[in-house]
């Protein structure tokens, strides 16, 4: 062995890194991801161990081996005196000299992709090598082990190699990676020069920018979670985003992650990023992550190179086309953000997916402008990579108010009998047996538990035994068939499975924060076997707690977050989150508020409140023609007012809010607020219209709210709100109120957006002049108890 291929002894491989200047560190896993994989993009669903599963398997083959057996052994090696790469290798026997790699799967190893297998021992090689440097080895056994996590059979492919050779493979990988790794340590000097620079990009700040902009860069400073309430029209995204730039070089951010509720949010703080940026440009990567669905090219293909052009090969072209994006040669300035459409032109350049490229540039981009679930969801992409390379991230996240809705929602599962029938119905059923059987064993269990309970609404201590076992006999009977046919993927049944998947992962953790109840079918005529099936989270703060301290800060925004305490129980912010309520630039003056303390939009009131409800608004109309918005708590009740209107004053214009409208209609539904325009527009509130929508100046001078906003009293939310009585004193507060009002203060917000609106909003039900309701509605609007 020459003493250029000669392992670093300990000693001097200790002093070396110690005197080391690295630049760039990165995990063996992402290392790997970079570097050795090749071949298609194969999306075909397989069964795949849970996440549960896979620590019990490793566990498992820990236990196998012995008392002596390392398990997750940590190692770490650099190459080069610049780039570290560091993991955990899954276990080492020092008296067989022999390292693991252990894999757990689902069905026959067979179906195995020969690109999937090539990877991962290209992993157990890195590993191999930073053990033999570590330990001063010259030949090791490398062994790779995969686990049948319904067998609990291990499956064993062993390599023995010389040192040597693992530090050749390891050369190999770590020159491929060092080249991008010296480009993003210039760029992330270039990004840190030009952030520390960075000037505001209007002469001044907005009424309430400041204090908010100065909140965001002190809990970026601390490492602290912030909860601002700030008002529409101060600019809070360009208020929150300066901040948290200008403080990422002294804080060594690695990322900032922009999230939004909603598909507006993004275009806005794309925007708000490239004012930012000033005309020049900068040296900062911007990207926009989307929703599958809307970056699709062939939604009619399955993601599998055997079906779509773009999956095929995806990982040969992958190289050319991110070095394309990043380097910004198609962009004449270099410094466009990465948007969808910008994503779309490189990757069908490419010959790529416009998706699954956007998910590798996540790696890359220093700013990711996305969905909350792409950090919030189980299965958040960017928070699970913050995790494997070790980021040091800052997140904003839009509109906070809406995050403890979707936040439920991302946990939650439920059960539905149409998904089961459709699944029964499908082609793979109809040709399987054992398939057909399955499902068939699921829907007389169904049967069964839904004779047993009546038709009655039940909440249950755990989710209904027999049940659960058909269905996990069902999930292992659909992955012995997958294995044996992994070009069959039934939409139906998929659907069906992946439920039936979530419902066994949100079981693994099922606790106080969530309930099982069940719902009888058709009220009129419940059937046996028709019951709707949820595992419904209430307190996302058991899943959430992780992803906060994940990050290094995190700045939650919205206008209405009152009170904070509420946000911060549900969705378990840390103990020491800093809050703050910025000043309103808006004055009283600016807007008239009045409420109707003689009329009540009770449900069992409605009838009585028609008439006098659209006298209102007709009276105010005629005060003052022009543009306004009424919310209701209903189709329905907007459907009984607005024909009511048509009735006693139809020479006065209006337009409805209809069900399920696309996304067409509700252009043409908002582009009848025209400055010229005149008229009454009737939505829903919680709807498309009542937030996330600006109309300024002439386009809306006005808004009717015809109810609180309160969630219906049903079984449901009565259970939910004795729950959240019992964890936190404020039950009905908590499933009612301030739910409600939120939604209130959302819709009245569209009426003055700038400093030189004016306005009228109308309460009508006499609960807003009720004291503790008035404590939540905005104080500059100047309301008295």
């Known amino acids: 062995m020459n003493a250029d291929t000669a392992p670093v002894q300990p000693q001097a491989k200790a002093q070396a890194e110690a005197e080391t200047p690295v630049v760039y560190t990165v995990a063996v896993r992402e290392l790997c991801e970079f570097t050795a994989k090749q071949g298609d993009l194969d999306l075909r669903f397989t069964p795949a161990p849970s996440a549960l599963e896979g620590m019990a398997g490793h566990a498992l083959v820990a236990r196998r081996r012995g008392p002596d057996y390392q398990a997750e052994l940590s190692l770490s090696g650099v190459y080069q005196g610049q780039l570290r790469v560091r993991g955990r290798a899954d276990g080492f026997a020092a008296d067989a000299g022999r390292l693991d790699e252990v894999k757990t799967h689902k069905g026959s190893l067979e179906r195995q992709n020969p690109a999937q297998r090539a990877l991962h021992w290209a ?182 190179g055997e079906s779509c052009p773009l999956a095929q090969g995806f990982y040969d072209r992958l190289p050319a086309a991110r070095s394309a994006a990043l380097s910004g040669s198609t962009d004449p300035d270099g410094s466009a953000p990465l948007d969808q459409a910008r994503l779309r032109a490189v990757a069908l350049q490419h010959q790529v997916c416009p998706y699954y490229l956007g998910q590798e540039l996540a790696r890359w981009a220093d700013v990711v402008v996305g969905d909350y679930h792409h950090y919030f969801d189980g299965g958040g992409l960017l928070h699970g990579l913050t995790q494997a390379n070790d980021w040091r991230v800052a997140l904003l996240v839009d509109e906070a108010h809406n995050l403890l809705e979707r936040a439920r929602s991302m946990y939650s599962v439920a059960l539905r009998p149409e998904h089961l029938a459709r699944a029964r119905q499908s ?68 659907d069906f499975q992946f439920e039936t998947l979530q419902l066994g992962r949100l079981l693994e953790q099922f606790g106080p924060h969530s309930m099982v109840d069940v719902s009888p079918g058709p009220a009129t005529a419940p059937v046996p076997g028709q019951s709707l099936l949820c595992l419904r989270n209430l307190v996302p703060a058991h899943f959430l707690r992780a992803r906060f301290a994940s990050a290094h800060s995190c700045t939650l925004f919205s206008a209405t977050l009152q009170p904070m305490h509420y946000h911060a129980d549900l969705l378990g912010l840390p103990d020491d989150t800093a809050c703050i309520e910025v000043e309103s630039p808006f004055q009283a003056a600016q807007l008239q508020v009045h409420t109707a303390h003689d009329l009540s939009t009770r449900f069992q009131h409605r009838a009585q409140s028609l008439d006098p409800l659209v006298d209102r608004m007709a009276a105010q109309y005629q005060a003052r023609p022009g543009n306004y918005l009424a919310f209701f708590s209903s189709h329905d009740y907007l459907q009984q007012a607005a024909a009511r209107l048509a009735q006693r004053h139809p020479e006065l214009p209006c337009w409805s809010q209809s069900r399920g409208m696309s996304e067409a209609e509700q252009q043409g539904f908002l582009a009848r607020f025209r400055d010229e325009g005149q008229g009454i527009g009737f939505a829903v509130l919680g709807g498309a219209f009542a937030e996330g929508i600006d109309l300024p100046g002439r386009r809306l001078i006005g808004a009717f709210v015809a109810t609180l906003g309160l969630p219906q009293l049903n079984p449901v939310n009565e259970e939910i709100r004795r729950r959240l009585q019992a964890q936190f004193g404020a039950g009905y507060d908590y499933t009612y109120l301030y739910p409600g009002l939120q939604k209130v203060v959302q819709a009245a917000g569209r009426v003055i957006r700038g400093p030189g609106d004016e306005g009228v909003i109308h309460l009508l039900d006499d609960r807003f002049a009720r004291p503790e309701v008035r404590r939540l509605l905005p104080a500059w609007w100047g309301l008295k108890d």
């Open 123 to 304: 992993q157990a090689l890195v590993y191999g090598w930073l053990l033999c440097q570590q330990q001063g080895r010259d030949q090791l056994e490398l062994a790779l082990v995969y686990l049948d996590v319904g067998t609990e059979q291990e499956t064993v492919f062993t390599r023995h190699c010389s040192a040597a050779e693992l530090q050749a493979h390891f050369e190999t990988q770590c020159a491929r990676f060092l080249a991008w790794a010296q480009a993003q340590q210039a760029h992330r000097r270039a990004r840190d020069a030009a952030l520390l620079a960075l000037v505001f990009p209007h002469p001044d700040f907005r009424t309430g920018q400041r204090p908010l902009a100065e909140a965001v860069y002190k809990a970026a400073r601390s490492g602290r979670c912030l909860l601002a309430q700030a008002p529409t029209g101060i600019g809070k995204t360009v208020g929150t985003l300066f901040p948290l730039l200008k403080a990422a070089p002294g804080q060594q951010l690695d990322k900032l992650f922009f999230l939004s509720a909603k598909t507006s949010g993004r275009p806005l703080a794309l925007a708000a990023l490239r004012r930012l940026g000033g005309p020049s440009g900068w040296p900062l990567r911007v990207l926009e992550l989307v929703a599958r669905d809307k970056a699709c090219e062939h939604p009619d293909r399955a993601c599998h």
């Open 427 to 494: 082609p793979t059923a109809q040709q399987s047996q054992p398939v057909r059987q399955a499902l068939a064993r699921v829907g007389r269990a169904w049967v069964a538990h839904d004779k047993a309970q009546g038709p009655h609404y039940q909440v249950h201590e755990h989710f209904p035994p027999k049940l659960l076992a058909a269905l996990q006999q069902a999930l292992s009977t659909l992955a012995e068939h997958q294995a044996e046919h992994p070009t069959d993927n039934d939409p139906a049944l998929l």
